[in-house]
C-alpha cells in the first residue's frame, strides 16, 4: 500500500508539473494567435478558444502516456497499449472494467483517476476563463 500511495503521489506531483507548464504554453500560443492574426471579427478569437482546447488535449495526452508508461514499468499490464488504453480509461474516470489492475496496484488507479478528476476540472476552469478573456463569450453573455 504504501508503494502505490508513494508511486502514486510522484506521478501526480509530476502531472501537476506537466500541467502547470502546458497551461503556461497554451497561455502564450493563445496569446500570440490573438496578437498576430488579422482576421475580420469574432474569427481570430474562436481560432485562439480552438488552439486552447487543442493545447489542453495536448497537455492531457502527455499525463495519461505518463501514467501508461509507470503501468508497463512495473509490469501491470502486458503492454504498452493496453497501458495507454487502461490509463485513458482511469484518468477520465470512465473505468469500464475490461482491462483491470491485479489488486496489489488498484490503490495506484484510484489515485490516477482522483489526478485525473482534478487537473480535467482545472482545464475546465482555464477553458471557461479563457472563453471569457479573449474567447468569443462575454461575462453575461449566454448560449
Do not use: C
Not at 59 to 85: R, S
Not at 89 to 98: L, N, P, R
Not at 109 to 131: K, M, N, P, Q, R
Amino acid at each position: 500500500m504504501l508503494l502505490n500511495l508513494g508511486l502514486g503521489l510522484l506521478v501526480i506531483s509530476f502531472t501537476v508539473l506537466i500541467h502547470t507548464y502546458g497551461l503556461m504554453a497554451v497561455t502564450h500560443v493563445m496569446a500570440w494567435i490573438t496578437s498576430h492574426m488579422r482576421l475580420q471579427g469574432r474569427h481570430n478569437r474562436i481560432i485562439a478558444m480552438n488552439s486552447v482546447v487543442i493545447g489542453i488535449f495536448a497537455v492531457i495526452t502527455v499525463e495519461v502516456w505518463l501514467w501508461a508508461l509507470i503501468y508497463y514499468l512495473i509490469k501491470v499490464m502486458p503492454d504498452f497499449q493496453t497501458a495507454l488504453y487502461f490509463s485513458t480509461s482511469t484518468f477520465s474516470t470512465v473505468g469500464y472494467g475490461d482491462v483491470v489492475l491485479n489488486h496489489d496496484w488498484r490503490l495506484l488507479a484510484a489515485l490516477e483517476s482522483i489526478d485525473g478528476f482534478l487537473l480535467i476540472g482545472w482545464s475546465t476552469a482555464y477553458l471557461v476563463s479563457a472563453g471569457m478573456r479573449v474567447g468569443p463569450f462575454r461575462s453575461g453573455e449566454h448560449f
